[in-house]
C-alpha cells in the first residue's frame, strides 16, 4: 500500500522551514521492527510506524499532528496516522512514530460519544 506524509515541517533537526508544503512517500514498518528501534515498552498499540531504516526521509519537528495517509486496495485514501515523534528528524536506525487512527476509533468514541 502507498503512504505519504506531508508537513511544513523542518528539513532537518535544527533546520530551517519550508516555503512550500513537503510530502514524501514511506513504508509502514512492522511493530516488531518499531520495537526493535525504540524498544519494546516505547511503542504501544495505539502508535505505528512508519520510514526507512536507513533514513533520510521522515517527518520532523513542525511537523506533529499532520497527515500520514494511505491508498487502499479500493484506491480511497485514509488517514492512517498522526504524525507524533520519533529520534532526530530521518536518523538511521529510527522510524517515524504516529498515532494509530484506526487503534484509537474505540476512545475517540468513548470520548466524543459518537
Same mark, same amino acid.
Given at each position: 500500500q &502507498?503512504c505519504y506524509?506531508s508537513?511544513w515541517?523542518? #528539513? $532537518?533537526?535544527g533546520?530551517?522551514? +519550508?516555503?512550500? #508544503? =513537503?510530502?514524501? =512517500?514511506?513504508?509502514?514498518?512492522t511493530p $516488531? =521492527?518499531c520495537?526493535?528501534?525504540?524498544? *519494546? *515498552?516505547?511503542?504501544? /498499540? &495505539?502508535?505505528?510506524?512508519?520510514? @526507512?531504516?536507513q533514513?533520510?526521509? /521522515?517527518?520532523c =519537528?513542525?511537523d506533529?499532528g499532520?497527515p #500520514?495517509v494511505?491508498q487502499? *486496495?479500493d &484506491?480511497? %485514501? @485514509? #488517514?492512517?496516522g498522526?504524525t507524533?515523534w520519533?529520534?532526530?528528524c530521518? *536518523?538511521?536506525?529510527y @522510524?517515524?512514530v504516529y ?5 484509537? @476509533? +474505540? %476512545?475517540?468514541k $468513548?470520548?466524543?460519544?459518537?
Amino acid at each position: 500500500q &502507498r503512504c505519504y506524509i506531508s508537513g511544513w515541517g523542518r #528539513l $532537518q533537526s535544527g533546520g530551517s522551514t +519550508p516555503n512550500v #508544503l =513537503q510530502e514524501a =512517500q514511506v513504508p509502514i514498518v512492522t511493530p $516488531q =521492527q518499531c520495537k526493535e528501534s525504540y524498544g *519494546s *515498552s516505547s511503542i504501544t /498499540d &495505539r502508535m505505528l510506524c512508519a520510514g @526507512y531504516s536507513q533514513g533520510g526521509t /521522515d517527518t520532523c =519537528q513542525g511537523d506533529s499532528g499532520g497527515p #500520514l495517509v494511505c491508498q487502499h *486496495s479500493d &484506491r480511497s %485514501w @485514509y #488517514l492512517t496516522g498522526v504524525t507524533s515523534w520519533g529520534r532526530g528528524c530521518a *536518523s538511521a536506525g529510527y @522510524y517515524g512514530v504516529y498515532a494509530h487512527v484506526a487503534n484509537l @476509533y +474505540p %476512545w475517540v468514541k $468513548q470520548v466524543t460519544g459518537l
